[in-house]
């Protein structure tokens, strides 16, 4: 069966950083491109990031740009979410899955921003 465990959320102040980490597993992982998504309060989920599957191209969008690099490592099937200079409208749970995305989703790691 497909899981995604995402791990390394917390509470932090506008400017930090964190690391947010996912486990993959249940499939191929190399033969998927990999994404992070972030669904804030009241908010539906909203894409990220992309990562292609070999890891050479990547994709974000505009409201992350430049704040965060998205990762992956095949060998140990593992997708990372590099954030910097984190922003108050950054909080919410975070959420990697595959691309075509498959159920079941995660349970997410919160991400907290503010003073």
């Known amino acids: 069966q497909v899981q995604f465990v995402e791990s390394g959320g917390g509470s932090v102040q506008p400017g930090e950083s964190l690391r947010l980490s996912c486990a993959a597993s249940g499939f191929t992982f190399s033969d998927f491109a990999m994404r992070w998504y972030l669904q804030a309060p009241g908010k539906e989920r909203e894409w990220l990031a992309t990562i292609t599957r070999p890891g050479t191209s990547s994709a974000y969008a505009d409201s992350v740009k430049g704040r965060v690099t998205i990762s992956r490592d095949n060998d140990k099937n593992m997708v990372y979410l590099q954030m910097d200079n984190l922003k108050p409208e950054d909080t919410g749970v975070y959420y990697c899955?595959?691309?075509?995305?498959?159920?079941?989703w995660g349970q997410g790691t919160q991400v907290t921003v503010s003073t």
């Open positions: 899955n595959r691309f075509p995305p498959a159920q079941p």
